[in-house]
């Protein structure tokens, strides 16, 4: 082994040694963040989620055992065709917390079909739009330790359409945050996401059926949501 192998040995050790005592700063520093939130009067955890970093790293209480959608606890009057809880045309989807993304349930009306008993393409579209750029919002929020979700918008999206979409039958919609990309630009740049998205059939036998599959990239305004 060359001697600068060897003399480098000891630091690794070291660093390696002092992983566990890293990550337990960083977990405390989390918990701390939320707690003063909590202390000038924000609402941490609207949607009641067990997974909110609130409850998983600060060990706070929920307020209420009723779990509310990411839509419906932080942008309540939002008119959004697609997601808005406000809007009574529109498809009004509910994505709640799970383990690395977000899940929502839904039936789609047959007004929304291109065809008989096939739904719109961009129908199917704009569900990933929205279920994905709320995962990666949420994504930024717990990450930051910020009270609300910021601003982020689609910057790209790529949709594979599997199976035809139907109407009125039971349809789950996924997210999995894959990774977060910090930016490169010096003072100034924004973050984004990239998020993979599924859109599944519930089956009879409870089974499911995959119908189309998304990946997008989200990228962060700045702004806080405030629809």
């Not at 630091?11 to 890293?22: E, I």
């Not at 990550?23 to 997974?51: D, F, I, K, M």
């Not at 569900?127 to 930051?144: K, T």
């Not at 910021?150 to 599997?162: C, F």
């Amino acid at each position: 082994m060359p001697g600068w192998s060897k003399a480098l040995l000891p630091l690794l050790s070291r660093l390696v040694a002092a992983a566990p005592q890293a990550r337990a700063y960083a977990a405390a520093g989390h918990r701390s963040q939320w707690e003063a939130l909590a202390a000038v009067g924000h609402t941490v955890n609207p949607c009641n989620s067990r997974l909110h970093p609130a409850v998983t790293e600060a060990g706070m209480e929920l307020e209420s055992n009723e779990q509310q959608s990411v839509q419906e606890a932080y942008t309540p009057d939002s008119q959004c065709f697609g997601c808005g809880p406000s809007s009574e045309a529109g498809l009004r989807l509910r994505s709640f917390r799970v383990e690395g993304g977000l899940q929502a349930t839904l039936q789609l009306d047959k007004k929304y079909q291109a065809f008989p008993g096939i739904i719109n393409g961009g129908i199917v579209s704009a569900l990933f739009d929205c279920h994905g750029n709320w995962s990666a919002a949420v994504a930024l929020m717990d990450r930051a330790c910020l009270p609300r979700p910021p601003l982020t918008l689609t910057r790209v999206m790529q949709v594979d359409y599997l199976e035809p979409t139907p109407p009125g039958e039971n349809l789950v919609v996924r997210s999995s945050v894959a990774r977060v990309r910090e930016s490169e630009q010096v003072g100034g740049g924004k973050a984004a996401v990239e998020v993979s998205l599924t859109l599944h059939q519930v089956l009879p036998n409870g089974g499911e059926k995959l119908l189309a599959t998304g990946n997008g990239l989200f990228k962060r305004l700045g702004a806080l949501r405030a629809l």
